[in-house]
Every structure is written in C-alpha cells, then in structure tokens.
Nanobody, 123 residues
Framework: QVQLVESGGGLVQAGGSLRLSCAASGRTFSNYHMGWFRQAPGKERELVAAITWSGGGTYYADSVKGRFTISRYNTKNTVYLQMNSLKPEDTAVYYC????????????????WGQGTQVTVSS
C-alpha cells in the first residue's frame, strides 16, 4: 500500500499559478502510475492529469491542456501539478492518486488516494 499527502492548495486570483505536491510513502513509488483528480461541489470527480510510472507518458484533460503540467521525481517520491493561467472553473478539491496496475488514463485503475487539497480561484 502507498500513502499519499497533498499540499500546495490555496486561494489565488484568476490568471495566477499554484503548484500542488503529492508526497508518497510506503511501497516503491516508481511502481505506480500517478494521477491528479479534482472534484468541484455538485460535480463528479474527474481525472485532470496523469503520468506513467516512468514519467514517459502523460495525459491531460482537455479543460487543462496547455495550462497544467504534471511531473514526477521518483528519487523524491513526489509528483507535482503545476497549474498556470488558473480560472474560476478550476476551483475544486484536488486529489493525488496512485495506480498500481492498469491503464494510467483509466480512472478505475487508481486505488490509493490522498486526503485532498482545496484550490480556490477568485474572479
């Protein structure tokens, strides 16, 4: 099992930037695909960005493509989500998740979750 702790959320004005971090502990971090999800009030949780265990493949939802960047440092057991040009519609709780097996773009592959960090973008 792997434990995940997110940090870096907060309040930012539209057009601003934030960087979310997710620190992993437990089993070998480099064995897991990693993803960032978000859930806004009254909406379903959605996969925002994902990265393969090696970092060689990445995925972005259309709504964040060109604005968000996911990266990982296996030597630091950490995955990041750099968020630029933030919009009010990016407001949500952001969750880090790990997928041990399966397709990294398949939301059902993700078995381990962090507690979430709130991102609020004011207009």
């Amino acid at each position: 099992q792997v434990q995940l702790v997110e940090s870096g959320g907060g309040l930012v004005q539209a057009g601003g930037s934030l960087r979310l971090s997710c620190a992993a502990s437990g089993r070998t971090f480099s064995n897991y695909h990693m993803g960032w999800f978000r859930q806004a009030p009254g909406k379903e949780r959605e996969l925002v960005a994902a990265i393969t265990w090696s970092g060689g493949g990445t995925y972005y939802a259309d709504s964040v493509k060109g604005r968000f960047t996911i990266s990982r440092y296996n030597t630091k057991n950490t995955v990041y989500l750099q968020m630029n040009s933030l919009k009010p519609e990016d407001t949500a709780v952001y969750y880090c998740a790990a997928a041990g097996i399966g397709i990294y773009t398949d939301t059902s592959s993700y078995k381990y979750w962090g507690q979430g960090t709130q991102v609020t973008v004011s207009s």
